[in-house]
Structure formats: structure tokens, C-alpha cells
């Protein structure tokens, strides 16, 4: 009943921007950390940012100081704003969160469905 559903990606120059959105619906009743996952071709998926239910965050150090994770917790939907966009970001972007749903009332990770980065001229 729980779903992540993602937008925002595309095709980008390097040196540009963009911006990941990843919305959470169902019968939830709380989410606590959320997180942006990557996997590019031939390579082993790895976490991006996470933000905790708090505010704190997590990077890997490849995306510091060029990536910003954030959430809207009225909207549940955590954001990947993308700065200083390089080759090397072009992978499947997935946003996953920890959520508690009202019929279950266990903590359980969902995923999105994934969308497409690429950073090209």
C-alpha cells in the first residue's frame, strides 16, 4: 500500500543542475530516514545521501559539496538537488525510505522505481 514514486531526471550538461523528487503515499504513519541510491552501468549500487527524520545528513564523498539532500515532511517527499553535475553522476538514481505503515506497524525499507541521470554534452 506503501509507494515511492520518483521524478526529476533527465539529461544534463555537465557543469549543470538538477533536481530529484521522490514522493511517499499510503497509509503511513512514519517515516524515518530517507535516501538516494545510484547505480551506473557495470557498477555495484551505492548510496548517495541519506537524511535522517532530524535533519542530519550523509554524503558520499564523490557528491560533497556538489549535491544537496533535503525533505518536506508535509509532503513526505525528500529532494536530490544536483549541482556541478559530472559524467561520472550519469547512473539510475532510486530514493529509498524506512516507513512504518499503519497495518504493519514494522519498519520497512521501500524503494522507488528509479529514474534515469545522465550527463552528457
Known amino acids: 500500500q506503501v509507494q515511492l514514486v520518483e521524478s526529476g531526471g533527465g539529461l544534463v550538461q555537465p557543469g549543470g543542475s538538477l533536481r530529484l523528487s521522490c514522493a511517499a503515499s499510503?497509509?503511513?504513519?512514519?517515516?524515518?530516514?530517507m535516501g538516494w541510491y545510484r547505480q551506473a552501468p557495470g557498477k555495484q549500487r551505492e548510496l548517495v545521501a541519506l537524511?535522517?527524520?532530524?535533519?542530519?545528513?550523509n554524503y558520499v564523498d564523490s557528491v560533497k559539496g556538489r549535491f544537496t539532500i533535503s525533505r518536506d515532511n508535509a509532503k513526505n517527499t525528500v529532494y536530490l538537488q544536483m549541482n556541478s553535475a559530472k559524467p561520472e553522476d550519469t547512473a539510475v538514481y532510486y530514493c529509498?525510505?524506512?516507513?512504518?505503515?499503519?497495518?504493519?506497524?514494522?519498519?520497512?525499507?521501500?524503494w522507488g522505481q528509479g529514474t534515469q541521470v545522465t550527463v552528457s554534452s
Open positions: 529509498k525510505a524506512r516507513i512504518t505503515s499503519h497495518q504493519t506497524m514494522i519498519a520497512t525499507d521501500y
Open positions: 537524511i535522517t527524520s532530524a535533519g542530519s545528513t
Open positions: 499510503g497509509n503511513i504513519f512514519n517515516i524515518y530516514t
